[in-house]
C-alpha cells in the first residue's frame, strides 16, 4: 500500500490503549502495598508480591493446568476446525448448507445449558471429571470459533492455484502445503489465538466439568473475595508480558514470510 | 417410565460395568425417540438414605480434597499454616481449594454426579445451613461418624449442636457462623443506620446494594415489617417483595462477593453486608459500620460436609476433628473474623493477647478489638436480635424464589 | 474428500455437542422437580410460556447484541484495515496485542474496569472534581457500562475475522481502484469493503450470538433494568433448579439466533457466505 497518513496508526493505538487500559491497571496493582486484606486503593510501591512469586503453589498449579489445556485445546480445535473450514469452502457437497448454519449452533447455546448437559453427559457415562472433561469440552466450543474465522480467509478461495500447481506435476500434498496453506495461514492463526483466549478466559462450562481440579479463572474467581490479590495480579502480569515477549520475538519471522507470494486475485466483486 | 428410572435413578456407589450392562438392556427396550430423549435427560433424584452411615476405611487414604469459600482459613506467607499442620501431623497429603463462591453456583456443579452417587472429586464441601438441609433432604450427604470426631462432641459451642437444619449433626458440623445485616460508611452517609428501611433514603439513591441471595434479603425485608423468617406465610413474603419492588429504583444493584469492592471503592454508601467482612474492610476504611437493624438480621451458620461418593472419607473425618482443637479454630478464628463453632475460642484470644502468642499476626493490630467483637461473639444480646432462617420445603422454596426473581429481574 | 474434511470434527461436535443438546432437548420437555424427580412428559407448552414471560429480556439482549455489533463493527474496521495494510511486518504481532488481554481472566478485567469506571475513581472523580459531572453521576450500573462491558470484550471477536478477510486482498486490486474512482471514499465503498463481506459476516456473527446470551457483563455491571436472557437462563438453572425452563429458553434463544443468521445471511446476499 502506498497510502500514508497518521490517522490510521494514530487511530489503532488509541483503540491498542484502551484495550490495554484494564491490563494497565492490573500490572500497577500488582506492585501495591496493601496493608488491609484488599486491593483496590493504591497505597504505596513495593515489590514484595514478586519476590514470592511461586510462593502460592495452589496458584501455580491452576495456571499450569490452564496453560496445558489452553495450548491442546488450540492445536486440536484449530486442526479440525480448519478442515471443516477447508471441506465448506472448497467442496460443494450434499448437506453443506445446513453444515454452515449448524457450525453456528455450538455459538448460540447458552454457555451454563452447554456446561451442564456436558457433564450430565460425562455422569451418565460414568467419566471422571478433570483435566480430560475440561479439554473435552474447550475443544468443542473452540471448534466452531475457528471454522467461522478460517472461512472469513478461505471464502473466494481460488481453487485454480493449486490446480496448476497440480498440473506442473505437485502432488496433492505439495500443492496443499506450499500453495494453500500459505495463503490461508493468517486466518488459521487469528483462530488460534483466539481459541487460546477462550480457553484461557472461560470460567462457566470449566466450572461444571472441572471436577475437584482448578483453573485459572477458577482460582481467580475463588480469590478475589476483596479485590484481586496482589499475586494474581503479579501471574495475569507475567503471562502478558510473556504473550507480548513471543509477539515480538515473531517479527523477524514475519519478514520472511512477507517475501512469500502475495495472495491471487479474488475471483469475484461481490455488489 | 418405570424402568427408565430403574437405569439412572437408584444408583449409590458408581455402578459395576455389569450392572450398568444388565440395566442398560432393559432400557433398551424403550428405543423410541421418546425413550432416547429420556435416556439422556435428568434422571430421577430421590434416593433412600440408609440408617446408618456408610463404614469407614479402617485407614486413612493419605489424601484430601477441599472445598470452601474464600478467606475462610488461616493464612500465611506460603498457606494456611492450619493445612500444614493437618498434613505433618496426620501424613494426610490435603489440597485445600477456594472454589465455593455462592451456595447455589457451587450446588448446580456438583448435583449430576451425586444423584448419581458418584464422586464430585471433593472430600469436603463447606455449605450455608439452609443449603445443608436441601441437600439433605435430597440424599446428597453422607451421615458423620461422630465416633471419629470426639473433638466435636468435647469443644463445640452447646448452640451449635442439634441445629435446626440438620437434627443431631447428623450429616454436618459447623465451620463458621455470621450475621447479615447492614454495612455501611458513616461519613458518607452522613448520619447511623438504624433500620432496614434507611437504606431507601432519598439523598442515598443509587449509593446502595441489596444481596441477590434469596434468603438473606427477604429475610432482612421481613424483620423490618416486624416478621421473623421462620414465622413468614406467601403473604408475608408478598408483601415484602412489593416492599423491595416499590424501593427498588433506589437501589444501585443486587450484589453477591462483590460488594465488598463496591464499599471499598466508595460507590455503595451502604449495603447489605455480612459482619466478618465490614471489620476486615473497616482495617483500611475506619468510617465503616456494621450493625443489625432494628427488626433483627439474619444468624447463618456455614457447615462443613462429606458429600455421598466421597473417596476419602476417613481423612475428611480426621480434619474435620482436627479444626475442633481449640488451638486450631483460634488460629483460624484470628484470621477469618466469624464466630468459631468452638466455645474457648474466645478465651483463648484473650489468653494469645496477654502472652503475645506468634498467631497474633493474623489479627494484629485489632486482637484485643476482635476478642472482645460482639459480633464474632455474640453476646445474649446480639443473639437475641439475630433470627434464624426458616425451613422451607420444595415447594415453598419454588415459591419464594418466583416471588424474588421478579424483584432482582425487572 | 470433503467429507473426510468434515469426519474427525464432526464426529467431535456429534459426541460433546449433538449429544448433550438432545439430552436438553428431553430436559425441556420434561417436569417435576429436583425431589421429585423428572419425568418426560412432552410438556410442549413450556416453550410458549418462558416465552410469553421473558419477552422483555429477550427483547432487550438482542437490542444489546444488535448494539454491540454495530459498534465493534466500527471500532474494529479501522484497526483491522490499519494493521492488514499498513501493519508491515509487525502484522502478527498486533493480532497477538488485540487479544492480550483476554489472556487474563475476564474477572481481573472487570475488576479493574470497575476500578476505572468508580463513582469516585480517576475518569468520574476527576470530573466532578472539575464540576463537569454532577456528584450524583455513575456509570456502574446503568445500560451504558453493560454495553461498554460488552463492546470492549467482544471487540476482538470481530476485529480479528475483519483483519483475516482484508489481509487477503490483492494490494494492486485496490491500487488499481484508487486510480479508477479517483475518489479513495468511493474506492472504498465499491472495492474494498465488498471484498471484505466474509470478515464482516463472520465477525458480526461471532459477536452478536455470544453477545445476545451473555451473562457476565450485566451481571458485574448491570442492574435489574438491564437484565439479560443469559442472566434469566442462569437464574433459572441454579437458583430455581427449573432445568426444563432453562433448557426451553436456550432453545428459544437459540431458535431466535438462528432465525437472525440465516436472514443476515440472506442480507448480505451471498451464496457464498451460508452455503
Not at chain 1, 508480591?49 to 489445556?69: C, F, Q, R, V, Y
Not at chain 3, 501493519?87 to 487479544?99: E, Q, Y
Amino acid at each position: 500500500m502506498t497510502r500514508r497518513g497518521w490517522v490510521l496508526p494514530a487511530y489503532t493505538t488509541l483503540v491498542l490503549l484502551y484495550l490495554f487500559l484494564p491490563i494497565a491497571v492490573m500490572i500497577l496493582f500488582g506492585f501495591n502495598d496493601i496493608r488491609g486484606r484488599f486491593n483496590f486503593v493504591w497505597q504505596g510501591f513495593t515489590l514484595r508480591h514478586w519476590t514470592g512469586i511461586w510462593d502460592t503453589p495452589e496458584l501455580t498449579d491452576a495456571l499450569k493446568n490452564s496453560l496445558l489445556i489452553a495450548s491442546i485445546s488450540t492445536i486440536v480445535a484449530t486442526s479440525l476446525g480448519t478442515m471443516i473450514a477447508l471441506a465448506l469452502t472448497r467442496y460443494r457437497f450434499r448437506g453443506r448448507g445446513s453444515t454452515n448454519l449448524f457450525i453456528f449452533l455450538p455459538l448460540a447455546t447458552p454457555e451454563i445449558v452447554l456446561g451442564a448437559s456436558l457433564l450430565s453427559l460425562f455422569v451418565t457415562a460414568n467419566v471422571s471429571r478433570g483435566i480430560g472433561t475440561i479439554l473435552l469440552a474447550h475443544i468443542m466450543f473452540n471448534i466452531s470459533y475457528v471454522v467461522v474465522t478460517v472461512k472469513a480467509r478461505t471464502q473466494g478461495f481460488n481453487r485454480e492455484w493449486e490446480e496448476a500447481a497440480k498440473d506442473l506435476g505437485a502432488t496433492p500434498w505439495t500443492a496443499f502445503r506450499t500453495v494453500t496453506l500459505p495463503l490461508i495461514f493468517p486466518g488459521i492463526l487469528a483462530a488460534a489465538v483466539l481459541a487460546f483466549a477462550l480457553s484461557i478466559d472461560d470460567y462457566v462450562i470449566t466450572l461444571f466439568n472441572a471436577g475437584a481440579t482448578v483453573t485459572f479463572p477458577l482460582w481467580v474467581a475463588g480469590a478475589s473475595r476483596f479485590g484481586v490479590p496482589p499475586a494474581v495480579n503479579v501471574m495475569g502480569t507475567l503471562i502478558f508480558v510473556v504473550g507480548v515477549t513471543l509477539a515480538l520475538l515473531a517479527v523477524p519471522l514475519q519478514r520472511r514470510r512477507a517475501a512469500a507470494p502475495v495472495a491471487p486475485p479474488t475471483g469475484r466483486v461481490a455488489g | 417410565m418405570s424402568d427408565m428410572d430403574g437405569l439412572f435413578g437408584g444408583l449409590h456407589r458408581p455402578v459395576s460395568r455389569r450392572e450398568l450392562l444388565r440395566r442398560a438392556g432393559r432400557g433398551s427396550m424403550y428405543l423410541g425417540a421418546m425413550a432416547l430423549l429420556a435416556a439422556c435427560g435428568v434422571e430421577a433424584q430421590r434416593r433412600q438414605q440408609g440408617d446408618r452411615p456408610e463404614p469407614l476405611p479402617d485407614q486413612p487414604a493419605g489424601e484430601l480434597v477441599m472445598a470452601n469459600w474464600p478467606l475462610y482459613i488461616d493464612k500465611g506467607p506460603t498457606g494456611s499454616p492450619t493445612v500444614k499442620g493437618f498434613e505433618e501431623e496426620f501424613g494426610v497429603n490435603m489440597r485445600y481449594e477456594v472454589v465455593i463462591n455462592d451456595n447455589e453456583e457451587f450446588f448446580g456443579t456438583i448435583r449430576e454426579p451425586l444423584s448419581a452417587g458418584q464422586s464430585t472429586g471433593w472430600d469436603i464441601i463447606v455449605v450455608t445451613d439452609w443449603m445443608i438441609q436441601k441437600m439433605n433432604r435430597l440424599g446428597y450427604l453422607e451421615r458423620l461418624h461422630h465416633e471419629e470426631l470426639s473433638n466435636f462432641d468435647a469443644n463445640a459451642a452447646e448452640k451449635v449442636q442439634d441445629p435446626w437444619y440438620d437434627p443431631g449433626n447428623e450429616h454436618s458440623i459447623p465451620w463458621a457462623a455470621g450475621i447479615t445485616g447492614i454495612g455501611y460508611d458513616v461519613e458518607a452517609v452522613g448520619r447511623d443506620i438504624v433500620r432496614f428501611e434507611d437504606l431507601f433514603a432519598d439523598d442515598l439513591a443509587g449509593r446502595v446494594g441489596l444481596f441477590a441471595e434469596m434468603r438473606d434479603t427477604f429475610g432482612l425485608a421481613l424483620a423490618s415489617m416486624g416478621i421473623q423468617e421462620p414465622d413468614a406465610t406467601v403473604e408475608d413474603v408478598e408483601q415484602a417483595q412489593q416492599m423491595l419492588i416499590a424501593e427498588r429504583g433506589k437501589v444501585r444493584g443486587f450484589y453477591g462477593n462483590d460488594y465488598t469492592d463496591a464499599m471499598a471503592r466508595g460507590d455503595l454508601a451502604a449495603a447489605m453486608a455480612w459482619s466478618g467482612d465490614i471489620f476486615a474492610l473497616a482495617l483500611d476504611n475506619p468510617n465503616l459500620r456494621f450493625v443489625i437493624p432494628e427488626g433483627g438480621g439474619m444468624r447463618w451458620t456455614d457447615n462443613m460436609a462429606i458429600p455421598v461418593g466421597a473417596e476419602h472419607p476417613l481423612d475428611a473425618h480426621l480434619f474435620m476433628n482436627f479444626v475442633y482443637d481449640p488451638r486450631i479454630a483460634t488460629n483460624i478464628t484470628k484470621w477469618v473474623w466469624y464466630e468459631s463453632p468452638v466455645a474457648a475460642v474466645q478465651e483463648q484470644i484473650r489468653q494469645d493477647v496477654a502472652d503475645k502468642h506468634e498467631t497474633n499476626v493474623s489479627c494484629a493490630p485489632f486482637c484485643d478489638d476482635l476478642a472482645e467483637d460482639t459480633f464474632v461473639f455474640p453476646t445474649e444480646e446480639t443473639n437475641a436480635q439475630t433470627i434464624p432462617y426458616k425451613q422451607l420445603d420444595e415447594e415453598e422454596e419454588q415459591v419464594w424464589n418466583d416471588l424474588f426473581q421478579q424483584v432482582v429481574q425487572g | 474428500m470433503a467429507y473426510l474434511l468434515l469426519l474427525p470434527g464432526g464426529i467431535w461436535l456429534l459426541l460433546f455437542y449433538v449429544v448433550p443438546t438432545i439430552s436438553m432437548l428431553s430436559v425441556s420437555l420434561q417436569e417435576g422437580s429436583l425431589e421429585q424427580g423428572y419425568r418426560l412428559t412432552g410438556n410442549i407448552g413450556v416453550y410458549a410460556e418462558v416465552l410469553a414471560r421473558n419477552d422483555t429480556q429477550i427483547i432487550r439482549s438482542i437490542l444489546y447484541g444488535l448494539i454491540t455489533t454495530v459498534a465493534t463493527l466500527l471500532i474494529a474496521y479501522p484497526l483491522a484495515y490499519t494493521i492488514a495494510f499498513r501493519g508491515g511486518r509487525f502484522k502478527n504481532a498486533l493480532l497477538f496485542l488485540i487479544i492480550m488481554p483476554f489472556f487474563v481472566s475476564f474477572i481481573i478485567r472487570t475488576i479493574q474496569w470497575k476500578f476505572v469506571l468508580a463513582d469516585e475513581g480517576i475518569v468520574l472523580g476527576t470530573l466532578k472534581e472539575v464540576g463537569i459531572l454532577g456528584q450524583g453521576f455513575h456509570v456502574l450500573g446503568e445500560n451504558v457500562a453493560v454495553l461498554g462491558g460488552l463492546i470492549y470484550n467482544f471487540l476482538p471477536f470481530m476485529a480479528l475475522p475483519l483483519y483475516v478477510a482484508l489481509e487477503k486482498m490483492d494490494k494492486s486490486l485496490l491500487d488499481a481502484a484508487d486510480d479508477l474512482y479517483s475518489n479513495r471514499v468511493v474506492a472504498f465503498l465499491r472495492v474494498t469493503f465488498p471484498l471484505s463481506l466474509p470478515g464482516v459476516f463472520a465477525g458480526s456473527l461471532l459477536t452478536f450470538i455470544p453477545a445476545v446470551g451473555d451473562f457476565i457483563n450485566p451481571e458485574f455491571l448491570g442492574s435489574p433494568e438491564t437484565t439479560m436472557i443469559g442472566q434469566v437462563i442462569q437464574l433459572e438453572y441454579l437458583q430455581n433448579n427449573d432445568y426444563p425452563e432453562a433448557a426451553a429458553l436456550s432453545f428459544v434463544l437459540m431458535a431466535a439466533i438462528l432465525m437472525g443468521v440465516f436472514v443476515y445471511a440472506r442480507l448480505l446476499g451471498t451464496e457464498e457466505l451460508t452455503g
